[in-house]
């Protein structure tokens, strides 16, 4: 067994929910950590590390309902779960869970910022973590400036009700700029919304468990999505197929088989089936536009 290095004791002390395990016991290690009222900001600069999120750990410290963000700074870093697994480069962003299982390996001179919140403690945050969790985001000047504020409010130190107002404010930008669309969904679409894309791999995962995760009956739950023309089955489908259809755009290598294990379907052909029925095209037709080259001028006109 590897050496505990007094600056990974520290970080498994300051972050509960991580193992960590350190590729060079030789490289010093700096990890700063503090709860700023009701949320907990981290950052992390190490070199070849890797840290993986223990769901159980999550539950253990309170967390399970918890979000993070992470901003990758300098180095770079690749995340992986059951289902997917993508490289981080300096000015990204990404959004997780903290119940969930996965692990980010970092890779050089890794620095990287992150800020643990309840997506309850806003009525607009569940609507915009719906579609970007588990995703990485291109960094851009809102989300830069959001981290910078962060990394102040965790610099100057101390806790009192100012600096936690700062760090929601941070969260809100940081999250309002994933979003294109002004659109708003309703509270209660987007609080069921966020609860199906943390359970979306989960075939099993229905309006029973829904309900129960909202704290309501089922009987409470249809009557409540049927006023606003929905259902909790069809609600469930419609995302499911929703983050599919993103997966295939997203085109990053994956089999149809894995993006439909990954999204809560049994196999290849359910989510063919369901993707032809819902957009009158099948994945397979949809990947092979996006990958088809754009036609040349000269081809536009003929020549």
Do not use: C
Not at 191 to 200: D, F, Q, T
Not at 225 to 252: F, W
Request: zero cysteines; charged letters at 25%; proline letters at 5%.
């Amino acid at each position: 067994m590897k050496k505990l290095l007094p600056a990974i004791a520290q970080a498994n002390a300051a972050l509960p929910h991580l193992e960590i395990e350190a590729e060079d016991d030789g490289l010093e290690r700096a990890i700063k950590a503090q709860w700023l009222g009701r949320y907990h900001v981290a950052r992390f600069r190490a070199p070849a590390t890797v840290v993986e999120t223990v769901g159980r750990r999550s539950a253990s410290a309170g967390l399970d309902k918890h979000l993070k963000l992470v901003w990758q700074l300098g180095g770079s870093m690749r995340y992986e779960d059951a289902n997917r697994s993508f490289d981080i480069k300096p000015g990204d962003l990404i959004l997780a869970p903290m119940n969930g299982d996965y692990r980010f390996e970092m890779k050089g001179d890794h620095d990287a910022l992150q800020i643990a919140f309840d997506p309850a403690d806003a009525p607009q945050w569940p609507g915009l973590v719906m579609d970007v969790l588990g995703t990485r985001i291109e960094g851009g000047d809102a989300t830069m400036a959001a981290a910078g504020g962060v990394s102040a409010l965790l610099a100057r130190g101390g806790s009192d009700r100012t600096a936690e107002l700062a760090a929601r404010t941070m969260i809100d930008l940081a999250l309002a700029s994933t979003r294109m669309s002004e659109a708003r969904e309703p509270p209660l679409l987007a609080r069921a919304g966020l609860n199906i894309v943390r359970n979306i791999a989960d075939p099993d995962y229905g309006p029973a468990k829904l309900a129960r995760e909202l704290g309501m009956s089922r009987r409470t739950l249809y009557t409540r999505l049927a006023a606003l023309g929905t259902t909790p089955a069809a609600l469930i489908r419609r995302i499911r197929l929703d983050r599919a259809r993103q997966d295939v755009r997203r085109n990053d290598g994956r089999s149809l088989l894995d993006i439909a294990l990954a999204n809560g379907f049994p196999d290849g052909a359910s989510l063919s089936h369901a993707f032809q029925r819902a957009f009158a095209q099948s994945p397979s037709a949809m990947r092979a536009e996006i990958s088809r080259p754009a036609l040349s001028r000269g081809d536009v006109l003929g020549r």
